[in-house]
């Protein structure tokens, strides 16, 4: 138990990268040992991942698995890294979709595959190293680090318009970083001022002391950088096009993954690091999570494209994230983590399944298809199980996420929590319509008679998805027990005693809801 785990699990994919690089890829059978040395290289990463499992105690609420090691001593830069129950699931989805992303890229991805399969494995590191770093420098090397990779994946082997995309993409989250880096700095200099102590390190940098307005004025810039990664209504616009272009594999990581960068950011650093900003703010992020829920879903209603459906429907799935996180209840913190790990096997499974059609017909348009559901009947079958996950079905994993997320709402806000279970009604109105267009009725398009239903490649990757889409949804405490310790931990740490009943004073909120004013929010101290 003493060996670094967190950093063996960070960097075995670069492993892979380096193996790669030796193989030419001039042959069908270089591309084949390419692809092969990423899916073993990832594989190895998922199963290094399952001793952070066994190694993991659920009864402490702090951090474990420490390492600890003096990188930059002029500055107090240290390589720290560390879990708590908070990050611990999103490290194993990130270990468990990488390789699933991999297979589906088989036969998808033919040009260019080594940089491929190297972009994707930096990549795995670069999120992993998100995840685990406890010190503030360390983090943002890795949250930048991230934009590189995603946004070649995007620029280089998207579709028409991916140029546009890819910039749009690394512009949006480009800006918000470089607010953070500056808040970061004044974080660090407040520490130093008190303290006398130059210090990145995350865990001394909690509770630092500082003017409330600065407070406020950091927390928003760290808010900001995050808000655009979740994305937040109205910073959201950005991820449809990022979805519609990138690859099948770069639109699963970017739902599965990348996006819970955002919300891991709150709960990590800018709620943690400045209480008395993130309650200031409550009000208004707590409306523009509903809006987020309402907008994202009757948006998803009328897409013409697939892909771009389940793309504003992560808007909509998101709000719910952020709306469980801030309620600042057991129930709702624990549902919205549990909620980003539904979000990425559920889209993530949407997203693989529309790559497959893709692959067969070349297009997404819903009214190419029409009564498919006879001719792939697999394919049809666990489209729709995908689907009944998505809107939140009983015994499905989204069930229990967005019920937790609920419930703790309607503890702290009714009003609130009735605004936001309309999004589910309304998924289940844009999921299941689109489900009716596309594989049930008469095929009306010849070329869907010819149309080849899942291989066994496609069946194996889709496999434990399922299965951990029942799983969660009929044991979910299996998930659960491993954050209650880590969640009880982070409410303390964001009710500060001065503030402790303003994050629950949602007098504004409510406000804003019964008056229908969306356009401009006012929220007042």
């Given amino acids: 138990m003493n060996a670094p785990i967190l950093t063996y699990v960070t960097f075995l994919p670069l492993l892979g990268v380096i193996f790669i690089m030796a193989v030419p890829q001039r042959s069908e059978a270089g591309k084949n040992v390419i692809r092969a040395i990423a899916l073993v290289a990832s594989l190895f990463t998922f199963l290094a ?26 500055y107090g830069i240290h390589y720290k890294l560390g879990i708590d129950g908070l990050s611990f699931w999103l490290i194993l989805l990130t270990t468990f979709l990488t390789p699933l992303t991999i297979l589906s890229t088989w036969r998808a991805i033919d040009k260019r595959v080594k940089e491929f399969q190297v972009a994707l494995l930096v990549l795995e590191t670069a999120m992993l190293g998100t995840f685990v770093a406890l010190d503030l420098f360390l983090f943002y090397v890795f949250w930048e680090l991230m934009l590189i990779p995603m946004y070649l994946i995007i620029g280089v082997w998207g579709g028409e318009r991916r ?115 993130s309650a200031y703010f409550a009000p208004l992020i707590i409306v523009l999570s509903i809006i987020g829920i309402i907008y994202g879903a009757l948006v998803a209603m009328v897409q013409p494209d697939i892909k771009k459906l389940v793309a504003y429907s992560s808007v909509s799935h998101l709000g719910y ?15 919205s983590v549990l909620q980003m790990i539904n979000h990425g096997i559920s889209t993530g499974a949407l997203f693989l399944l529309v790559g497959i059609v893709y692959e067969r017909r070349h297009t997404r348009l819903i009214k ?13 079958t666990i489209f729709l199980i ?32 009735v605004f936001a279970a309309t999004g589910v009604i309304l998924g289940a109105v844009y999921m299941l319509w689109m489900v009716q267009r596309v594989f049930y009725g008469q095929v009306k398009n010849p070329k869907n008679l010819a149309l080849k239903d899942m291989n066994l490649r496609e069946v194996a990757y889709m496999l434990p998805l399922l299965v951990l889409i029942f799983w969660i949804g009929l044991y979910p405490n299996f998930f659960l027990k491993k954050m209650h310790s880590s969640v009880e931990h982070f409410i303390n740490q964001v009710k500060v005693e001065d503030v402790q009943e303003q994050p629950h004073n949602f007098a504004a909120a409510n406000n804003i809801l019964q008056l229908g004013e969306v356009t401009v929010l006012k929220v007042k101290e």
């Fill in 386 to 417: 995908v689907t009944l996950s998505s809107i939140g079905f009983p015994t499905t994993n989204g069930f229990i996420g967005e019920f937790l997320i609920l419930l703790g709402a309607f503890k702290v806000n009714k009003i609130a929590a």
């Fill in 163 to 277: 140029i546009y995309a890819a910039i749009k993409f690394f512009l949006y989250t480009a800006v918000g970083s470089l607010l953070m880096l500056v808040c970061i700095i004044g974080l660090v200099y407040f520490h130093n001022e008190h303290t006398g102590h130059l210090t990145f390190d995350l865990l001394q940098l909690y509770g630092t002391s500082m003017p409330r307005i600065y407070e406020i004025l950091f927390f928003a810039a760290f808010a900001l950088a995050f808000a655009i990664k979740v994305p937040m209504f109205p910073l959201h616009t950005w991820l449809p096009d990022a979805h519609v272009e990138a690859p099948t594999a770069g639109s699963v990581i970017l739902a599965g993954i990348l996006l819970k960068m955002g919300t891991y950011g709150f709960f990590r650093f800018a709620m943690p690091l400045f209480p008395q900003g």
């Fill in 321 to 335: 994230c952020m709306l469980g996180l801030y309620v600042l209840t057991r129930q709702g913190v624990e549902g």
């Fill in 368 to 380: 190419e298809y029409g009564g498919i559901a006879r001719i792939v009947p697999i394919y049809s």
């Fill in 49 to 74: 991942s399952l001793r952070i499992y066994h190694a993991f105690d659920a009864s402490i609420g702090a951090f474990q698995l420490l390492e600890d090691h003096v990188w930059i001593p002029s």
